[in-house]
C-alpha cells in the first residue's frame, strides 16, 4: 500500500475500547458511591474525577488517531528521556499514598510516570527493533540496548515500590523481544537468571513473601494478608450467573478493599454475575484479537512492532489483574485497563488506542 492510500480506522477495535470505558464508568459509581459517600458526602466524587479522565483522554485518542504513528519514532529516545525524569520526580516530590510515591498531583488530574513510561518503553522498543531488525537475533547488539532501558525504568518503578506495574512493564518488553525477532535461547537465558532475582526481591520485603503464602492459603490468615482474595472470591462467587444486580454489591460497604481500583472486577461480578464478567473479558480478547490484527497488516516494520507492543501493554495487564481478583495469581496492585478508577491509566490506554486506529488506517 502506499504511503498515500489510506482506509477507515479498525471499528471493532474502536468499538471494544469504548465499550470498555463505558463499562468502567459505570462500574467506578457502583463501587465508589459508598466510600465517597463516606469519605467526602459525595457519592458522585470518583465517578467526576473518572469524567475528567475519559474526556482528556477521548480527546487525545481522537487527535491521535489523526497523526502519522511514524513520527513517534523520531521521538523515541526523547520520550524515554521524558519519562526517565518524571519517575526521578515523582521519587523526590510525589504524593505518598499508602507508602507509595507513584502520582505527581497536577491539580485536575494525579500523573503516574510510571504509565507514561510504559507507553515511551513500548514505542523505544519498536523505534529500536525497526531500524536495526537484522540486529535482534544477536545478544549484545540486539537484546541488549532495550533491556538495559527496561532495567532502568523496573528499577525507578519498584523504588516507589510498584512491584505489579515493573511486573507488567518487564513482560509487556518480554513479548516485544520475541516479536521482533529475539531467539529463544537468549529469552531463555535472561528468564534463568531474572527469575533468582525475582526470588530475592520478594524475599527481601516481607509484605511480598505474605502476598505469596496468601495465594497459596488465603485461609491461613483470614483476617489479614488473605482478606483481599478472600472478599474478592467472595463477591465473584455470590454474584452466580446473572449478578444481584447494578448497585447491589454488598462487598463495597467496607468489606472488599480497593473495590473501584484494582478489585473493581470482583465488583463487576458480583454485580453483573458471570454474564458480565464474561463480556468484559470477551472485550478485551476483541481488542487484543484487532491489535494484533492491526500489527500484521501495519505497512511497515516499526508499526507493525509499535501495535504488538500497544496491544500487549493492555492486555497483559488486564490479564494479571483478573487472575489476581480471581485467584489465579498472587495480589500485585494492578488495575484493570479503561475500567479500574485512574485518570493516568485510562488516558495512556486511550492514547494507546488511538495510535493503534491510525495504523489501521495505513494498513495493508
Same mark, same amino acid.
Given at each position: 500500500?502506499?504511503?498515500?492510500?489510506?482506509?477507515?480506522?479498525?471499528?471493532?477495535?474502536?468499538?471494544?475500547?469504548?465499550?470498555?470505558?463505558?463499562?468502567?464508568?459505570?462500574?467506578?459509581?457502583?463501587?465508589?458511591?459508598?466510600?465517597?459517600?463516606?469519605?467526602?458526602?459525595?457519592?458522585?466524587?470518583?465517578?467526576?474525577?473518572?469524567?475528567?479522565?475519559?474526556?482528556?483522554?477521548?480527546?487525545?485518542?481522537?487527535?491521535?488517531?489523526?497523526?502519522?504513528?511514524?513520527?513517534?519514532?523520531?521521538?523515541?529516545?526523547?520520550?524515554?528521556?521524558?519519562?526517565?525524569?518524571?519517575?526521578?520526580?515523582?521519587?523526590?516530590?510525589?504524593?505518598?499514598i499508602a507508602g507509595s510515591k507513584r502520582w505527581i498531583n497536577l491539580g485536575f488530574i494525579n500523573l503516574q510516570p510510571s504509565e507514561l513510561a510504559k507507553l515511551a518503553l513500548v514505542n523505544f522498543m519498536a523505534a529500536y527493533a525497526a531500524s536495526r531488525p537484522q540486529d535482534m537475533r544477536l545478544f549484545w547488539k540486539g537484546l541488549v540496548p532495550p533491556l538495559l532501558v527496561t532495567a532502568g525504568f523496573f528499577g525507578l518503578?519498584?523504588?516507589?515500590?510498584?512491584?505489579?506495574?515493573?511486573?507488567?512493564?518487564?513482560? $509487556?518488553?518480554? +513479548?516485544? #523481544?520475541? @516479536?521482533?525477532?529475539?531467539?529463544? =535461547?537468549?529469552?531463555?537465558? %535472561?528468564?534463568? *537468571?531474572? &527469575?533468582?532475582?525475582?526470588?530475592?526481591?520478594?524475599?527481601?520485603?516481607?509484605?511480598?513473601?505474605?502476598?505469596?503464602?496468601?495465594?497459596?492459603?488465603?485461609?491461613?490468615?483470614?483476617?489479614?494478608?488473605?482478606?483481599?482474595?478472600?472478599?474478592?472470591?467472595?463477591?465473584?462467587?455470590?454474584?452466580?450467573?446473572?449478578?444481584?444486580?447494578?448497585?447491589?454489591?454488598?462487598?463495597?460497604?467496607?468489606?472488599?478493599?480497593?473495590?473501584?481500583?484494582?478489585?473493581?472486577?470482583?465488583?463487576?461480578?458480583?454485580?453483573?454475575?458471570?454474564?458480565?464478567?464474561?463480556?468484559?473479558?470477551?472485550?478485551?480478547?476483541?481488542?487484543?484479537?484487532?491489535?494484533?490484527?492491526?500489527?500484521?497488516?501495519?505497512?511497515?516494520?516499526?508499526?507493525?512492532?509499535?501495535?504488538?507492543?500497544? $496491544?500487549?501493554? +493492555?492486555? #497483559?495487564? @488486564?490479564?494479571?489483574?483478573?487472575? =489476581?481478583?480471581?485467584?489465579? %495469581?498472587?495480589? *500485585?496492585? &494492578?488495575?484493570?485497563?479503561?475500567?479500574?478508577?485512574?485518570?493516568?491509566?485510562?488516558?495512556?490506554?486511550?492514547?494507546?488506542?488511538?495510535?493503534?486506529?491510525?495504523?489501521?488506517?495505513?494498513?495493508?
Open positions: 500500500m502506499s504511503q498515500g492510500t489510506y482506509r477507515m480506522p479498525d471499528f471493532l477495535l474502536f468499538a471494544a475500547a469504548l465499550l470498555l470505558v463505558g463499562i468502567g464508568l459505570v462500574m467506578v459509581y457502583s463501587a465508589s458511591s459508598v466510600m465517597a459517600l463516606a469519605e467526602t458526602g459525595d457519592p458522585l466524587h470518583y465517578l467526576k474525577r473518572q469524567l475528567v479522565g475519559v474526556v482528556v483522554g477521548t480527546i487525545a485518542m481522537l487527535v491521535i488517531m489523526q497523526v502519522d504513528y511514524r513520527i513517534y519514532q523520531r521521538v523515541a529516545i526523547a520520550g524515554v528521556a521524558l519519562a526517565y525524569i518524571l519517575l526521578v520526580i515523582v521519587l523526590l516530590q510525589g504524593a505518598e518503578i519498584m523504588l516507589e515500590p510498584d512491584f505489579g506495574t515493573a511486573a507488567s512493564m518487564a513482560g $509487556t518488553a518480554v +513479548i516485544m #523481544l520475541f @516479536a521482533c525477532g529475539a531467539r529463544i =535461547v537468549h529469552l531463555a537465558g %535472561l528468564a534463568a *537468571t531474572a &527469575l533468582p532475582l525475582l526470588g530475592v526481591m520478594i524475599w527481601l520485603e516481607p509484605y511480598r513473601v505474605e502476598r505469596i503464602l496468601s495465594f497459596v492459603d488465603p485461609w491461613a490468615d483470614p483476617m489479614n494478608t488473605g482478606w483481599n482474595i478472600i472478599q474478592s472470591l467472595l463477591a465473584i462467587g455470590s454474584g452466580g450467573l446473572f449478578g444481584l444486580g447494578l448497585g447491589s454489591s454488598r462487598q463495597k460497604f467496607f468489606y472488599l478493599p480497593e473495590q473501584h481500583t484494582d478489585f473493581i472486577f470482583a465488583i463487576l461480578s458480583e454485580e453483573l454475575g458471570l454474564l458480565g464478567g464474561t463480556i468484559t473479558v470477551l472485550l478485551f480478547f476483541l481488542l487484543a484479537w484487532r491489535g494484533f490484527r492491526v500489527a500484521l497488516r501495519a505497512p511497515d516494520l516499526f508499526g507493525c512492532f509499535l501495535a504488538v507492543g500497544i $496491544t500487549s501493554m +493492555i492486555t #497483559l495487564q @488486564a490479564v494479571l489483574n483478573i487472575g =489476581v481478583v480471581s485467584g489465579v %495469581l498472587p495480589v *500485585t496492585g &494492578l488495575t484493570l485497563p479503561f475500567i479500574s478508577f485512574g485518570s493516568s491509566s485510562l488516558v495512556v490506554s486511550l492514547v494507546g488506542v488511538g495510535v493503534l486506529l491510525n495504523i489501521s488506517k495505513r494498513g495493508e
